[in-house]
């Protein structure tokens, strides 16, 4: 979507920040394409407070003096820095979603699916190395994110893989059991390529994503 030409007090859904838009505090959604950019600064603000910081050294000051907006701006669109915790949570879910997606539609195939989209995530972690910290506090400060994060990120591997078993690419699990625990362990092992190869240290990131799907290929049996 782009923005209308109608200046900054466009629509929200004129701007391409709706989903931004979407993880204001009940009652304080911005209407306008200003307000959604504004938001959107003060998120921006609060993933490098957060993520230098952690959330119990971290402050509303912090994030407004980041964001450059006044403290008033902050609780338009907030009620807390829990609050803006949350968001933050749920906003950056949404963008691993996002960067991964467009590497699947360009796959030859499921496993050349899952090889890209592990090449993109490492890419975003590489840019976002905050996201690590946010999520882990996330188990404390937002449990209701932290578990949604993760199901919700299984549940679209699992949906990929089933896709690809119905088309004959891959061999078809036989139980939903089963189904979830290739699901979890494919995210696990991309959590953990992310934090080694993106968070600790860098590595050619087609490279890694390489090796990791040969293991999903090949398994670990000798040949």
Not at 45 to 72: M, N, Y
Not at 102 to 131: C, N
């Amino acid at each position: 979507m782009t923005m209308s030409s109608t200046g900054t007090d466009a629509p929200v859904a004129d701007s391409g920040l709706e989903d931004s838009a979407n993880w204001a505090s009940d009652g304080k959604a911005p209407r306008t394409a200003r307000g959604a950019r504004t938001l959107r600064k003060i998120l921006d603000a609060a993933l490098h407070e957060f993520g230098e910081r952690g959330f119990a050294d971290s402050s509303i000051v912090g994030i407004t003096t980041r964001a450059k907006v006044a403290l008033g701006t902050f609780y338009t669109y907030f009620d807390s820095k829990e609050a803006v915790f949350r968001a933050l949570v749920r906003d950056m879910s949404l963008q691993v979603r996002d960067t991964v997606a467009p590497s699947l539609e360009e796959a030859d195939g499921t496993l050349d699916g899952e090889r890209r989209a592990l090449a993109a995530f490492l890419r975003f972690v590489g840019g976002h190395k905050q996201v690590y910290r946010i999520i882990d506090e996330a188990e404390f400060v937002d449990p209701e994110g932290f578990r949604s994060h993760y199901e919700s990120t299984a549940e679209r591997i699992r949906a990929r893989l089933r896709a690809g078993a119905d088309k004959g690419e891959l061999r078809g699990e036989t139980s939903p059991l089963a189904e979830e625990v290739t699901a979890w362990a494919v995210m696990g092992i991309n959590v953990f390529l992310g934090l080694r190869f993106g968070v600790w240290g860098r590595e050619d990131e087609a490279a890694v994503a390489e090796a990791a799907n040969r293991l999903l290929s090949e398994g670990l049996e000798a040949r």
